[in-house]
């Protein structure tokens, strides 16, 4: 297996100019790639029993601030508009239908604290506080290349943080969202995407047609398509992929090439199967199964799935906008006319069951179906602290599934490390009650 | 001046039998009045040179939980509607116009907190806490005695936390609003305003028709207008009248009958215009004057004015929902029919400028307008603990001020008095530096 993050990386000159031509700060850029590649060594390469097609997202991950930033940037060259976006409401069809790519920003890692913790209240959930840090410090090449960057009113913090950041981002675009599953709230829904439509079309100078929005469409459920396909193989017992492996496709899913990463998923997927077939997994038959459910687990935050099946146990679903709920539904590909392709669009994902909303009685439902289905002995529900819509659905996911038998646990956290011997005790205690 | 609080009111068999009809927790609730009279007589009765006017409110306060509900178990026999409110954005013209009395909920003290957190994450705001509180432990005579209790979907905490009250509280009614002060943002406010307004017309048994909907418009800009009348008199150095009392009038304001409320700040105000044509205030001139700018105080969450007049302060205004940001601005009287009625209390409410709206530029804007019109020295902003919206607007708040040469004190707080040393220590540095 390749040595990622290997010295030739991080020294490339061709990387290094690319990185400064966007205003990347080299020195603290140089340190955040050690600290990546040291922590995707120790926590990903040290795996066991990985399916080979994994080499191809060690790849992606080796070369996720080099080679596919150039990628972005020959595409730039050649005219193509780059977007990112920090939620999974922001409908990526609407961006490929204009000939732009959509890229997730990273958010998965505590930098430059101090100086945010200047602009941001203490106690603000790591994953906005990261999106800060990554910008005051421009460490971000994804961020550095953006023609426009999406944030939108998803929950306060990230909301009302949106507000200090547009003075931080030249090109930030604000998506409102409503918070009730009501007509009103659909329309609501639907005004947005048709005025985000227009604005990527302003920004692209692409007129979407019919044919570019169904194409986009159809891409983007293909990579949906593959994902459950992943998803499904995790069924069997033994599961035959890790929870951390399956948690990189996820986390790679929100930047990588759509063709390339569906094909990609796929070719891993015949390897699972075979695996299913032969009954051969990453762990025991019967080892202890974690669904994880809750925030978002963007890159490089893989603190809680390492802890887990560090302690023997294995993951067999994530319950997540980095998961399932980021990836699971369809687009409705029968549509002939923009406005009714628009109209399949806001369906899709107007049944996201996130925490924003309220009621959420959905977001339980599918928890327990994803436990049955996945066959998980138990749930980790994971909190970023001070992430209110997630810690206050906490007391009632768990409750729900009490009702049903199946342990939870619930955990609160954030990036740093300080508390990894207390969260290994508590998962510890929490895996040996489900062996 | 009356004592208030005495034996006779706690032990008042009438009231006993009262709030045991209600449901009250008869051993709590004594408690909670026993500490809420002596906080009373510390913080409110032992102020100096305080306006006779004053006496009425004192007795409110005094019959808080007695006379006042008294009167509602009157007007509930006779048929009328007791609606239950946690926030500004409820229209209390609604409510008058269909025969029902709107009344505020207690949330300014902590209660019940170890069973608040089995229900709600610790790091929850004490306001939201707080009302959980009374809940659980059955104190709140408003809460009980209510027919209707109206939640809204303001910040993430209150609207999520509304879901598990739902399962405390039989008759819990869910407002949506806007986040976005769009044209689509507006539609939804008046979809919600119309929806309330069947509703309550379901609840009341009552038909909203033009002329009582006109009466309940008059009525509560009446009770507003007294509050303009008030709030401009403490723009005169000396300030006629202490921070404190003033506050209590704003609390008073949401609970109290409209009518005698108005009667009573107008007998108020014609005292303090007295004083101000004398020059007499209730400290002397060029005390230093500090506006508060931020989360609302609850009944009886004194806490921080006690602290800053109790440094020789004084506070002149409050830009907070028990405040002018509650009480500002008048709905137009104008409309012949419902529908332009209704309309223009859409256009009333949608001007608050609440920290849920995004972006909220407007509030910065009023502040630095309250800052000059009542001759503020300097600002506190005050922040409830975990209140992401107002936590999160405090840093542009306080730039904002810095441009205009305001001095700005943050502040986090929350209803315990654990930090009362550190508060009284930065309250004291910056009272010093106005000087």
Chains 1, 2 share one sequence.
């Not at 949106?162 to 409503?178: R, S």
Request: aromatic share 8%; with cysteine; net charge negative.
């Amino acid at each position: 297996m390749k040595i990622i993050f290997n010295r030739r990386y991080v020294m490339s000159e061709d990387y290094r100019a690319m990185w400064q031509d966007l205003g990347v700060d080299l020195e603290g850029h140089d340190a955040l790639l050690a600290v990546l590649g040291d922590a995707y060594r120790d926590i990903y390469l040290a795996q066991k029993n990985r399916p080979e097609a994994m080499a191809y997202f060690d790849f992606v991950m080796s070369e996720v601030h080099g080679l596919r930033i150039k990628e972005l940037m020959d595409e730039k060259r050649e005219g193509r508009k780059i977007i990112g976006s920090y939620c999974v409401f922001v409908p990526e069809e609407i961006a490929l239908a204009a000939n732009a790519t959509l890229v997730g920003l990273c958010s998965g890692a505590d930098f430059a604290m101090e100086e945010v913790e200047r602009l941001l209240p203490r106690n603000t959930c790591a994953l906005i506080k990261s999106s800060f840090g990554f910008k005051l410090a421009k460490v971000c090449p994804y961020l550095e290349s953006a023609d426009m960057v999406v944030g939108e009113n998803t929950c306060d913090g990230k909301k009302k943080a949106y507000e200090t950041l547009g003075g931080l981002v030249d090109n930030l675009y604000i998506m409102d969202l409503p918070q009730v599953k009501s007509a009103q709230g659909r329309e609501l829904l639907k005004a947005e995407y048709l005025r985000f439509k227009d604005a990527v079309e302003v920004l692209t100078g692409v007129k979407i047609t019919a044919e570019s929005l169904r194409d986009a469409i159809v891409l983007v459920n293909k990579k949906r398509a593959a994902m459950h396909r992943l998803l499904a193989l995790r069924k069997a017992d033994p599961a035959p992929i890790s929870g951390l492996d399956s948690l990189l496709a996820n986390q790679i899913f929100f930047y990588d090439n759509p063709q390339r990463f569906t094909e990609s998923v796929h070719l891993l997927c015949d390897e699972l199967e075979k695996r299913v077939a032969e009954k051969r997994g990453v762990s025991a038959p019967r080892t202890p199964r974690i669904l994880i459910s809750g925030c978002p687990q963007a890159v490089p935050n893989w603190k809680l799935p390492m802890i887990i099946e560090g302690l023997g146990a294995v993951i067999v679903g994530e319950e997540s906008c980095v998961g399932e709920r980021g990836t699971r539904n369809l687009t409705d590909e029968s549509g002939e006319s923009v406005a009714e392709m628009m109209d399949a669009i806001v369906d899709r994902y107007f049944a996201v069951d996130c925490a924003i909303f309220t009621p959420n009685g959905e977001r339980r439902d599918h928890i327990r179906e994803m436990v049955e289905s996945y066959g998980a002995d138990g749930v980790i529900h994971y909190g970023l602290q001070f992430c209110q819509p997630y810690l206050m659905e906490a007391v009632p996911v768990e409750n729900s599934l009490e009702e049903v038998g199946i342990p939870c646990l619930r955990l609160e956290t954030d990036y740093s490390m300080e508390d990894m011997g207390q969260l290994k005790t508590r998962v510890e205690a929490f895996v040996e009650q489900l062996r």
